[in-house]
């Protein structure tokens, strides 16, 4: 019997401790919807988030919604889905929304208007790669960064404007020494209706360059002119 009964406890111990590690996995359960034929169907699924990588030829990506918040990929039953439209940029890729048809739509651009750098200095090295709408909304001036350096780099963009008016552009991209990364200037569909802006024609801005953990060490680009 008293073999039985500890045999017993270390049977409930170790459900016990496959319990907590069930918790810790972090599946969360959401519902998604998806278009099914001629009709939309709500399925519940679970997200398995496991530090999910992604790397280009060796160079990490870092996926990012339209606001700049970094998304991570995610696993359901044993498939991997990724940000469509961080995967995109990283390939050169542009990518649209179309609300209504559900449609993501890639392209490959305009090839006369990708390619061009537009700034290479102090080891950093920025590629213009041409102008894409947003997948909710606006247009991105896609780039290719590259850090030849020894020094991790934040690069910014200001005095930013659409098709000469003043208008907000957003870009924040952190690249370490020895690293690249693709990535946008983000003109919101708020702000560019805003400034009765339907589609960019052109764009101003500079580069704010600056060292990534203390800010020191700024330096500003000239006005770049790009035209789509």
Do not use: H
Request: hydrophobic share 35%; with cysteine.
């Amino acid at each position: 019997m008293t073999g039985q009964k500890r045999e017993g406890k270390m049977r409930k111990g170790n459900s016990m401790k496959w319990f907590a590690l069930g918790v810790a996995t972090s599946l969360l359960v959401v519902s998604l919807s998806v278009p099914a034929l001629a009709s939309t169907v709500t399925r519940t699924a679970q997200l398995a988030y496991n530090n999910i990588k992604i790397t280009l030829n060796g160079n990490t990506v870092t996926p990012k919604d339209t606001a700049g918040n970094t998304v991570e990929p995610f696993i359901i039953n044993g498939t991997t889905y990724l940000p469509v439209r961080a995967v995109a940029s990283a390939l050169g890729v542009n990518v649209g929304w179309d609300a209504s048809t559900n449609t993501v739509q890639l392209s490959t651009g305009n090839a006369s208007a990708t390619g061009s750098v537009i700034y290479d200095q102090g080891g950093v090295k920025i590629t213009y790669l041409g102008i894409a709408s947003m997948e909710y909304g606006g247009e991105e001036v896609k780039l290719f960064i590259q850090n030849a350096s020894n020094t991790d780099y934040t690069i910014q963009a200001a005095d930013t404007s659409v098709n000469g008016i003043m208008t907000e552009g957003m870009l924040s991209c952190d690249v370490m020494a020895g690293k690249s990364a693709y990535d946008s200037i983000e003109f919101d569909d708020y702000y560019l209706k805003k400034s009765n802006i339907t589609s960019i024609s052109s764009a101003e801005f500079r580069f704010r360059i600056f060292e990534k953990d203390d800010w020191s060490d700024t330096t500003d680009s000239s006005i770049i002119t790009i035209t789509k």
